[in-house]
Protein backbone atom coordinates (compact mmCIF):
# COMPACT_ATOMS: atom_id res chain seq x y z
CA UNK A 1 0.00 0.00 0.00
CA UNK A 2 3.02 2.50 0.57
CA UNK A 3 3.80 2.36 -2.63
CA UNK A 4 0.34 3.63 -4.03
CA UNK A 5 0.17 5.68 -1.00
CA UNK A 6 3.68 7.52 -2.00
CA UNK A 7 2.27 7.89 -5.74
CA UNK A 8 -0.72 9.66 -4.71
CA UNK A 9 1.09 12.05 -2.56
CA UNK A 10 3.10 12.73 -5.68
CA UNK A 11 0.21 13.08 -8.18
CA UNK A 12 -2.94 14.52 -6.50
CA UNK A 13 -3.49 18.05 -5.71
CA UNK A 14 -3.55 18.06 -1.66
CA UNK A 15 -7.29 18.47 -0.89
CA UNK A 16 -7.76 15.94 1.38
CA UNK A 17 -5.95 14.81 4.56
CA UNK A 18 -6.23 11.17 3.62
CA UNK A 19 -6.08 8.18 6.25
CA UNK A 20 -3.05 5.76 4.71
CA UNK A 21 -5.40 2.93 3.73
CA UNK A 22 -5.82 1.23 -0.22
CA UNK A 23 -9.27 0.75 -0.37
CA UNK A 24 -9.75 -2.68 -3.12
CA UNK A 25 -13.01 -3.91 -2.63
CA UNK A 26 -16.17 -4.01 -0.66
CA UNK A 27 -18.81 -6.98 0.58
CA UNK A 28 -22.14 -5.97 2.30
CA UNK A 29 -21.16 -3.40 5.04
CA UNK A 30 -17.46 -4.60 4.79
CA UNK A 31 -14.64 -3.03 2.79
CA UNK A 32 -11.31 -4.28 2.29
CA UNK A 33 -7.89 -2.93 1.83
CA UNK A 34 -5.30 -4.00 -0.48
CA UNK A 35 -3.67 -6.06 1.90
CA UNK A 36 -7.05 -7.86 3.23
CA UNK A 37 -7.52 -6.21 6.06
CA UNK A 38 -11.37 -6.11 6.69
CA UNK A 39 -13.22 -2.94 8.11
CA UNK A 40 -16.66 -2.55 8.72
CA UNK A 41 -18.19 0.51 7.45
CA UNK A 42 -20.08 3.30 9.19
CA UNK A 43 -19.25 5.80 6.34
CA UNK A 44 -20.57 4.59 3.24
CA UNK A 45 -18.64 6.92 1.24
CA UNK A 46 -20.09 9.98 2.98
CA UNK A 47 -23.27 8.67 2.80
CA UNK A 48 -23.36 7.36 -1.03
CA UNK A 49 -22.87 3.79 -0.58
CA UNK A 50 -26.69 3.57 0.65
CA UNK A 51 -27.07 -0.39 -0.58
CA UNK A 52 -23.58 -1.06 0.98
CA UNK A 53 -21.14 -3.17 -1.59
CA UNK A 54 -22.45 -5.77 -3.90
CA UNK A 55 -26.22 -5.52 -4.30
CA UNK A 56 -26.56 -8.09 -6.88
CA UNK A 57 -29.63 -6.71 -7.98
CA UNK A 58 -27.42 -3.39 -8.49
CA UNK A 59 -24.93 -4.85 -10.18
CA UNK A 60 -26.46 -6.73 -12.71
CA UNK A 61 -28.49 -3.56 -13.81
CA UNK A 62 -25.19 -1.82 -14.38
CA UNK A 63 -23.44 -5.02 -16.07
CA UNK A 64 -26.67 -4.54 -18.51
CA UNK A 65 -26.35 -1.41 -19.17
CA UNK A 66 -22.98 -1.56 -19.79
CA UNK A 67 -23.57 -3.23 -22.50
CA UNK A 68 -26.48 -2.26 -24.47
CA UNK A 69 -25.22 2.05 -23.87
CA UNK A 70 -23.61 4.38 -21.25
CA UNK A 71 -24.21 7.90 -22.57
CA UNK A 72 -26.30 9.68 -25.59
CA UNK A 73 -26.42 13.31 -24.69
CA UNK A 74 -29.97 14.80 -23.55
CA UNK A 75 -31.21 15.37 -27.06
CA UNK A 76 -32.55 11.95 -26.77
CA UNK A 77 -34.26 9.71 -25.26
CA UNK A 78 -33.70 6.71 -22.94
CA UNK A 79 -35.36 4.68 -20.88
CA UNK A 80 -33.56 4.29 -17.78
CA UNK A 81 -33.35 8.16 -17.65
CA UNK A 82 -37.28 8.60 -18.20
CA UNK A 83 -37.83 5.57 -15.65
CA UNK A 84 -35.65 6.93 -13.02
CA UNK A 85 -37.32 10.70 -13.30
CA UNK A 86 -40.49 8.84 -12.72
CA UNK A 87 -39.49 7.13 -9.68
CA UNK A 88 -37.39 9.99 -8.06
CA UNK A 89 -40.80 12.48 -8.86
CA UNK A 90 -42.88 10.37 -6.78
CA UNK A 91 -40.43 9.28 -4.50
CA UNK A 92 -39.93 13.35 -3.52
CA UNK A 93 -43.21 14.32 -4.23
CA UNK A 94 -41.70 16.90 -7.20
CA UNK A 95 -42.82 17.38 -10.72
CA UNK A 96 -40.17 17.70 -12.61
CA UNK A 97 -36.47 16.20 -12.59
CA UNK A 98 -33.47 17.22 -13.82
CA UNK A 99 -29.96 15.07 -13.73
CA UNK A 100 -27.01 16.43 -12.35
CA UNK A 101 -23.51 14.71 -11.64
CA UNK A 102 -23.18 16.00 -8.17
CA UNK A 103 -24.96 17.81 -5.33
CA UNK A 104 -23.11 20.87 -6.16
CA UNK A 105 -24.34 20.82 -9.66
CA UNK A 106 -28.08 20.03 -8.32
CA UNK A 107 -27.42 23.16 -5.68
CA UNK A 108 -26.29 25.14 -8.92
CA UNK A 109 -29.50 24.23 -10.80
CA UNK A 110 -31.52 25.17 -7.79
CA UNK A 111 -30.07 28.76 -7.65
CA UNK A 112 -30.48 29.39 -10.90
CA UNK A 113 -33.90 28.04 -11.07
CA UNK A 114 -34.96 30.05 -7.99
CA UNK A 115 -33.41 32.95 -9.93
CA UNK A 116 -34.87 32.61 -12.91
CA UNK A 117 -38.52 32.29 -11.07
CA UNK A 118 -38.27 35.51 -10.18
CA UNK A 119 -37.02 36.84 -13.46
CA UNK A 120 -40.38 35.58 -15.09
CA UNK A 121 -42.22 37.48 -12.62
CA UNK A 122 -40.66 40.66 -13.44
CA UNK A 123 -38.81 41.16 -10.61
CA UNK A 124 -35.30 41.45 -12.21
CA UNK A 125 -33.62 42.80 -9.09
CA UNK A 126 -35.07 39.84 -7.01
CA UNK A 127 -31.54 37.95 -6.63
CA UNK A 128 -30.57 37.49 -3.02
CA UNK A 129 -30.30 34.40 -1.50
CA UNK A 130 -30.94 33.60 2.38
CA UNK A 131 -29.08 30.06 3.41
CA UNK A 132 -27.66 29.16 7.35
CA UNK A 133 -24.19 28.79 9.26
CA UNK A 134 -22.79 25.54 9.37
CA UNK A 135 -24.20 24.40 6.35
CA UNK A 136 -22.76 22.75 3.24
CA UNK A 137 -23.83 22.76 -0.34
CA UNK A 138 -20.75 21.74 -2.12
CA UNK A 139 -17.48 23.67 -3.75
CA UNK A 140 -18.33 25.14 -7.05
CA UNK A 141 -18.56 28.97 -6.88
CA UNK A 142 -22.49 29.15 -6.53
CA UNK A 143 -23.03 26.45 -3.69
CA UNK A 144 -19.70 27.51 -1.98
CA UNK A 145 -21.26 31.26 -1.54
CA UNK A 146 -24.24 29.43 0.42
CA UNK A 147 -22.44 27.66 2.09
CA UNK A 148 -22.19 28.85 6.08
CA UNK A 149 -18.62 27.98 6.83
CA UNK A 150 -16.59 31.09 6.12
CA UNK A 151 -12.95 29.36 5.66
CA UNK A 152 -14.55 27.62 2.53
CA UNK A 153 -15.51 30.80 1.08
CA UNK A 154 -13.20 33.33 2.14
CA UNK A 155 -10.14 32.38 -0.10
CA UNK A 156 -12.36 32.76 -3.26
CA UNK A 157 -14.88 35.50 -3.68
CA UNK A 158 -16.06 37.55 -5.27
CA UNK A 159 -18.53 35.27 -4.61
CA UNK A 160 -22.30 35.52 -5.41
CA UNK A 161 -23.72 38.86 -4.10
CA UNK A 162 -26.49 38.83 -1.67
CA UNK A 163 -25.92 35.73 0.22
CA UNK A 164 -27.13 36.40 3.84
CA UNK A 165 -26.50 33.43 6.54
CA UNK A 166 -29.41 33.25 8.89
CA UNK A 167 -28.67 31.10 12.45
CA UNK A 168 -30.43 27.28 12.09
CA UNK A 169 -33.86 26.57 14.15
CA UNK A 170 -33.46 30.49 14.67
CA UNK A 171 -36.67 31.75 12.55
CA UNK A 172 -36.51 35.12 13.86
CA UNK A 173 -32.98 35.44 12.18
CA UNK A 174 -34.49 34.52 9.32
CA UNK A 175 -37.27 36.98 9.42
CA UNK A 176 -34.90 39.43 9.98
CA UNK A 177 -33.14 38.98 6.85
CA UNK A 178 -35.70 38.66 4.24
CA UNK A 179 -36.97 41.68 1.92
CA UNK A 180 -38.38 42.15 -1.26
CA UNK A 181 -35.22 41.15 -2.92
CA UNK A 182 -34.84 37.71 -1.80
CA UNK A 183 -35.60 35.11 -4.27
CA UNK A 184 -34.66 31.74 -2.01
CA UNK A 185 -34.28 30.28 1.14
CA UNK A 186 -32.21 27.43 1.19
CA UNK A 187 -31.69 24.45 3.63
CA UNK A 188 -30.52 21.43 4.92
CA UNK A 189 -33.07 19.33 6.22
CA UNK A 190 -30.82 18.15 8.57
CA UNK A 191 -27.22 19.45 8.08
CA UNK A 192 -25.17 16.96 7.37
CA UNK A 193 -20.88 18.16 7.20
CA UNK A 194 -21.73 21.35 9.67
CA UNK A 195 -21.72 18.88 12.40
CA UNK A 196 -25.65 16.43 12.04
CA UNK A 197 -28.24 19.39 12.99
CA UNK A 198 -31.78 18.45 12.92
CA UNK A 199 -34.45 21.20 11.56
CA UNK A 200 -37.03 21.42 14.48
CA UNK A 201 -40.34 20.72 13.78
CA UNK A 202 -41.29 24.41 14.37
CA UNK A 203 -38.65 26.15 12.26
CA UNK A 204 -39.55 24.11 9.16
CA UNK A 205 -42.80 24.96 9.16
CA UNK A 206 -42.82 28.69 9.77
CA UNK A 207 -39.45 28.84 6.78
CA UNK A 208 -42.63 26.90 4.78
CA UNK A 209 -44.72 30.21 5.82
CA UNK A 210 -42.40 32.62 5.33
CA UNK A 211 -41.67 31.25 1.21
CA UNK A 212 -45.35 30.90 0.52
CA UNK A 213 -45.95 34.35 2.33
CA UNK A 214 -43.49 35.97 -0.19
CA UNK A 215 -43.63 33.93 -2.78
CA UNK A 216 -39.51 33.16 -2.28
CA UNK A 217 -38.61 29.81 -3.47
CA UNK A 218 -38.16 27.28 -0.67
CA UNK A 219 -35.10 24.66 -1.79
CA UNK A 220 -34.57 22.17 0.55
CA UNK A 221 -30.91 20.40 -0.20
CA UNK A 222 -31.21 16.63 0.84
CA UNK A 223 -28.32 15.67 -0.85
CA UNK A 224 -26.99 13.96 2.48
CA UNK A 225 -30.48 13.59 4.46
CA UNK A 226 -32.61 12.47 1.62
CA UNK A 227 -32.53 8.78 0.02
CA UNK A 228 -33.98 7.02 2.24
CA UNK A 229 -30.96 8.18 5.76
CA UNK A 230 -33.60 9.47 7.77
CA UNK A 231 -36.28 6.97 8.29
CA UNK A 232 -38.00 8.63 4.97
CA UNK A 233 -37.34 8.82 1.94
CA UNK A 234 -36.51 12.28 2.18
CA UNK A 235 -35.90 13.91 5.35
CA UNK A 236 -39.08 16.78 4.82
CA UNK A 237 -41.09 13.74 5.16
CA UNK A 238 -40.86 13.80 8.22
CA UNK A 239 -42.03 17.47 8.58
CA UNK A 240 -45.58 18.09 7.09
CA UNK A 241 -43.70 20.15 4.97
CA UNK A 242 -43.11 19.84 1.00
CA UNK A 243 -40.80 22.24 -0.31
CA UNK A 244 -40.15 23.69 -3.79
CA UNK A 245 -37.22 22.93 -5.19
CA UNK A 246 -35.14 19.21 -3.71
CA UNK A 247 -31.61 18.89 -4.48
CA UNK A 248 -29.95 15.63 -4.19
CA UNK A 249 -27.28 13.12 -5.21
CA UNK A 250 -24.95 11.13 -2.37
CA UNK A 251 -27.51 8.16 -2.10
CA UNK A 252 -29.64 8.14 -5.05
CA UNK A 253 -26.51 6.68 -7.50
CA UNK A 254 -25.20 4.47 -4.97
CA UNK A 255 -21.66 4.91 -5.99
CA UNK A 256 -22.16 6.29 -9.48
CA UNK A 257 -21.73 9.56 -9.95
CA UNK A 258 -25.43 11.25 -9.80
CA UNK A 259 -27.41 14.16 -8.57
CA UNK A 260 -30.87 16.37 -9.80
CA UNK A 261 -33.13 18.43 -8.27
CA UNK A 262 -36.48 18.38 -8.68
CA UNK A 263 -39.60 20.85 -8.44
CA UNK A 264 -43.06 21.37 -8.57
CA UNK A 265 -44.49 22.12 -11.40
CA UNK A 266 -45.00 25.80 -10.51
CA UNK A 267 -41.12 26.28 -10.43
CA UNK A 268 -40.51 24.90 -13.34
CA UNK A 269 -38.93 27.57 -15.13
CA UNK A 270 -35.51 26.45 -16.60
CA UNK A 271 -36.38 26.16 -20.93
CA UNK A 272 -34.07 25.10 -23.47
CA UNK A 273 -31.04 26.84 -23.62
CA UNK A 274 -31.65 28.05 -19.89
CA UNK A 275 -29.78 25.01 -18.22
CA UNK A 276 -27.71 21.71 -19.69
CA UNK A 277 -25.16 19.29 -18.53
CA UNK A 278 -23.39 17.23 -21.23
CA UNK A 279 -23.44 13.74 -18.92
CA UNK A 280 -26.33 14.17 -16.36
CA UNK A 281 -28.71 11.76 -16.52
CA UNK A 282 -27.10 9.90 -18.69
CA UNK A 283 -28.55 6.04 -18.97
CA UNK A 284 -25.48 4.41 -17.55
CA UNK A 285 -26.33 6.72 -14.30
CA UNK A 286 -29.83 6.63 -14.55
CA UNK A 287 -30.07 3.03 -14.74
CA UNK A 288 -28.14 2.56 -11.34
CA UNK A 289 -30.69 5.09 -10.14
CA UNK A 290 -33.71 3.51 -11.19
CA UNK A 291 -32.20 0.06 -10.16
CA UNK A 292 -31.67 1.60 -6.57
CA UNK A 293 -35.33 2.83 -5.93
CA UNK A 294 -36.53 -0.47 -7.22
CA UNK A 295 -34.31 -2.38 -4.31
CA UNK A 296 -35.12 0.36 -1.79
CA UNK A 297 -39.15 -0.71 -2.26
CA UNK A 298 -38.15 -4.94 -2.66
CA UNK A 299 -36.24 -5.25 0.37
CA UNK A 300 -37.69 -2.76 2.13
CA UNK A 301 -34.91 -0.05 3.17
CA UNK A 302 -36.89 1.98 4.99
CA UNK A 303 -38.06 0.05 7.40
CA UNK A 304 -34.30 -0.92 7.98
CA UNK A 305 -33.19 2.46 8.34
CA UNK A 306 -36.29 2.93 11.04
CA UNK A 307 -35.57 -0.15 13.07
CA UNK A 308 -31.73 0.13 13.26
CA UNK A 309 -31.80 3.72 13.73
CA UNK A 310 -33.23 3.52 16.28
CA UNK A 311 -31.61 0.71 18.09
CA UNK A 312 -28.25 3.05 16.83
CA UNK A 313 -29.65 5.99 18.84
CA UNK A 314 -30.54 4.36 22.15
CA UNK A 315 -26.63 2.81 21.89
CA UNK A 316 -25.65 6.27 21.09
CA UNK A 317 -27.44 7.07 24.04
CA UNK A 318 -25.95 4.74 26.78
CA UNK A 319 -22.58 5.99 25.37
CA UNK A 320 -23.18 10.04 26.16
CA UNK A 321 -24.65 8.24 29.55
CA UNK A 322 -21.43 6.60 30.09
CA UNK A 323 -18.80 8.76 29.15
CA UNK A 324 -18.20 12.37 30.04
CA UNK A 325 -16.31 13.61 26.80
CA UNK A 326 -19.36 13.07 24.85
CA UNK A 327 -21.06 16.61 25.51
CA UNK A 328 -24.02 15.41 23.13
CA UNK A 329 -26.43 13.23 20.77
CA UNK A 330 -27.96 14.65 17.56
CA UNK A 331 -29.33 12.86 14.62
CA UNK A 332 -32.05 10.85 12.74
CA UNK A 333 -32.43 7.52 10.98
CA UNK A 334 -29.21 6.66 10.05
CA UNK A 335 -27.23 9.83 10.53
CA UNK A 336 -26.17 10.31 13.53
CA UNK A 337 -23.67 12.05 16.17
CA UNK A 338 -21.99 12.97 18.71
CA UNK A 339 -20.47 15.66 19.82
CA UNK A 340 -17.19 14.99 21.76
CA UNK A 341 -14.87 17.02 23.77
CA UNK A 342 -11.61 15.46 22.51
CA UNK A 343 -9.62 15.07 19.57
CA UNK A 344 -12.17 14.01 16.75
CA UNK A 345 -9.46 12.82 14.24
CA UNK A 346 -7.51 10.46 16.98
CA UNK A 347 -10.46 8.84 18.21
CA UNK A 348 -11.26 7.98 14.20
CA UNK A 349 -7.83 6.94 13.52
CA UNK A 350 -8.05 4.57 16.42
CA UNK A 351 -11.18 3.31 15.05
CA UNK A 352 -9.64 2.93 11.64
CA UNK A 353 -6.90 0.96 13.16
CA UNK A 354 -9.17 -1.23 14.90
CA UNK A 355 -11.33 -1.86 11.77
CA UNK A 356 -14.32 0.88 11.72
CA UNK A 357 -14.61 3.21 9.34
CA UNK A 358 -15.88 6.54 10.94
CA UNK A 359 -15.72 10.45 9.66
CA UNK A 360 -16.29 13.47 11.78
CA UNK A 361 -18.65 16.09 11.05
CA UNK A 362 -18.10 19.91 11.92
CA UNK A 363 -15.24 20.54 14.23
CA UNK A 364 -16.22 18.00 17.42
CA UNK A 365 -18.95 15.30 16.21
CA UNK A 366 -18.24 12.00 15.44
CA UNK A 367 -20.30 11.32 12.43
CA UNK A 368 -22.18 7.84 11.87
CA UNK A 369 -23.49 7.69 8.30
CA UNK A 370 -23.83 3.58 7.46
CA UNK A 371 -25.08 1.82 4.98
CA UNK A 372 -28.68 1.84 4.63
CA UNK A 373 -28.64 -2.70 5.42
CA UNK A 374 -26.79 -2.65 8.70
CA UNK A 375 -27.59 -5.24 10.91
CA UNK A 376 -27.72 -5.01 15.03
CA UNK A 377 -25.03 -6.83 14.69
CA UNK A 378 -22.76 -4.67 13.13
CA UNK A 379 -23.69 -1.90 15.34
CA UNK A 380 -23.07 -3.76 18.76
CA UNK A 381 -19.76 -4.45 16.83
CA UNK A 382 -18.73 -0.46 16.00
CA UNK A 383 -19.72 0.24 19.26
CA UNK A 384 -17.71 -1.61 21.24
CA UNK A 385 -14.76 -0.58 18.59
CA UNK A 386 -15.60 2.47 18.96
CA UNK A 387 -15.60 2.11 23.10
CA UNK A 388 -11.97 0.89 22.80
CA UNK A 389 -11.21 3.99 20.52
CA UNK A 390 -12.74 6.67 23.22
C1 LIG B 1 -22.11 16.51 -0.10
C2 LIG B 1 -23.10 17.60 -0.14
C3 LIG B 1 -23.20 18.48 -1.24
C4 LIG B 1 -22.22 18.46 -2.37
O1 LIG B 1 -22.26 17.29 -3.11
P1 LIG B 1 -21.04 16.93 -4.11
O2 LIG B 1 -21.53 15.70 -4.80
O3 LIG B 1 -19.83 16.72 -3.27
O4 LIG B 1 -20.90 18.09 -5.03
C5 LIG B 1 -24.23 19.40 -1.24
N1 LIG B 1 -25.10 19.48 -0.23
C6 LIG B 1 -25.03 18.66 0.84
C7 LIG B 1 -26.05 18.77 1.91
C8 LIG B 1 -24.01 17.71 0.93
O5 LIG B 1 -23.92 16.92 2.01
Do not use: W
Not at 43 to 49: C, L
Not at 52 to 75: F, M, R, V
Not at 85 to 100: I, N, P
Amino acid sequence: MDNIIEKGERYFLHTYGRFPIVFERGKGVNLYDKCGKEYLDFFSGIGVNALGYGNEKYTKALHEQIDKLTHISNYFYTEPAVNAAEKLAEASGMDRVFFTNSGAEAVEGALKLARKYAYEKGKKDCTDIIAFKHSFHGRSIGAVSVTGTESYREPFGPLLPGVKFAEYNNIHSVYELVNDKTCAVILETIQGEGGINVADSRFFSDIRKLCDDNDIVMIADEVQCGMGRSGKMFAYQNYDVVPDVVTMAKGIGNGVPAGAFACKEKYAVLRPGDHGSTYGGNPFVTAAIDAVLDIFKEEKILDNVKEKGEYLYSKLEELMEKYDCIKEHRGMGLMQGLVYDGDVKAVIGRALDKGTVLISAGSNVIRFLPPLIITKRDIDKMISILEEAL
